[in-house]
């Protein structure tokens, strides 16, 4: 059974910083694609940043560009995104995400690409 599990949430003030970290567990395979999503009340999710944990680029939202790091730690199984100069606007739910196969090649960004998703996890900025 895969399970994600998401911690690192809280509150910080604008400017802040903040590291979310998903521990991921049940995968057989030894690389998996995984990602970050936020949600916030009547929108729909968005995706935040996405990686392959075995190499190549990372990607990222335009608004995540310059100010958010995606990173995967193998040997603990942990999804990690530090998150610096926090805007109001990232108030939001986050989301880790993951799947083990490359679903042929369909955009990161896409929810729907992610067969496992974790509980969720708030990040609230205060101005």
């Known amino acids: 059974q895969v399970l994600l599990r998401e911690s690192g949430g809280g509150s910080v003030q604008a400017g802040g910083s903040l590291t979310l970290s998903c521990i991921i567990t049940?995968?057989?395979?030894?690389?998996?694609?995984a990602a970050w999503f936020r949600q916030v009340p009547g929108n729909e999710r968005e995706a935040v940043a996405g990686?392959?944990?075995?190499?190549?680029?990372?990607n990222y939202a335009d608004f995540a560009k310059g100010r958010f790091t995606i990173s995967h730690d193998n040997a603990k199984n942990t999804l990690y995104l530090q998150m610096t100069d926090l805007k109001p606007e990232d108030t939001a739910t986050h989301y880790c995400?993951?799947?083990?196969?490359?679903?042929?090649?369909?955009?990161?960004?896409?929810?729907?690409?992610?067969?496992?998703w974790g509980q969720g996890i708030e990040v609230t900025v205060s101005p």
């Open positions: 990686i392959y944990t075995g190499g190549g680029a990372n």
């Open positions: 049940g995968y057989t395979t030894r690389t998996i694609y």
């Open positions: 995400a993951a799947d083990r196969t490359s679903k042929f090649g369909a955009p990161w960004h896409r929810a729907g690409r992610y067969s496992a």
